[in-house]
T-cell receptor, first 112, second 111 residues
């Protein structure tokens, strides 16, 4: 059974204090790993897709990396507006309809 | 930009009522999904559809049904609402195996 575990559950950072969020997964035949950002009371917003170990993608202060067992979302010099819940999801080749299996998320708070 | 809209942001229904949640996407995506999101449980897939009139059960389909009569529209139906169906409901769509785009969500309260 596919499993996605995100850590930590919650993270509090000072503005400018860089850190990383972790997403570890077990899946038979990974097709893609997805990162989303979710603000309170809103739907998830797509950030990145990673397909193979060693791949990296960047967007502003965010950088996502992928190994065979986990993915990291690195946040460099975060700002208060980066506060949100970050969700990781895996998609397996075997999943009918290419459904996503989500982790429970990391709630990030960046204080001024 | 992809746009996924949901019929209501907030909904309050009574136990036993039949509830319809509607989702519309404007990007001609063939795949559409319904999730519910609960604290501590994350997003869980209820149903998805990969074509008009086609549907497949997700992880938690009990108590729900779906309808997809047109490509852009996917409806979630609670045949007889119960208090344990109080949740945030999220609709998403995708093109093929690509990333899913989510709507704003409907917060449903069943009393």
């Amino acid at each position: 059974e596919d499993q996605v575990t995100q850590s930590p559950e919650a993270l509090r950072l000072q503005e400018g204090e860089s850190s990383s969020l972790n997403c570890s997964y077990t899946v038979s035949g990974l097709r893609g790993l997805f990162w989303y950002r979710q603000d309170p009371g809103k739907g998830p917003e797509f950030l990145f897709t990673l397909y193979s170990a060693g791949e990296e993608k960047e967007k502003e202060r965010l950088k996502a990396t992928l190994t065979k067992k986990e993915s990291f979302l690195h946040i460099t010099a975060p700002k208060p507006e980066d506060s949100a819940t970050y969700l990781c999801a895996v998609q397996a080749w075997s999943n009918s309809g290419y459904a996503l299996n989500f982790g429970k998320g990391t709630s990030l708070l960046v204080t001024p | 930009d992809v746009k996924v809209t949901q019929s209501s942001r907030y909904l309050v229904k009574r136990t036993g009522e039949k509830v319809f949640l509607e989702c519309v996407q404007d990007m001609d995506h063939e795949n559409m999904f319904w999730y519910r999101q609960d604290p501590g449980l994350g997003l869980r897939l209820i149903y998805f559809s990969y074509d008009v009139k086609m549907k497949e059960k997700g992880d938690i389909p009990e108590g729900y049904s779906v309808s997809r009569e047109k490509k852009e529209r996917f409806s979630l139906i609670l045949e007889s609402a119960s208090t344990n169906q109080t949740s945030m409901y999220l609709c998403a769509s995708s093109f093929g195996v690509d990333e899913q785009y989510f709507g704003p969500g409907t917060r449903l309260t069943v009393t």
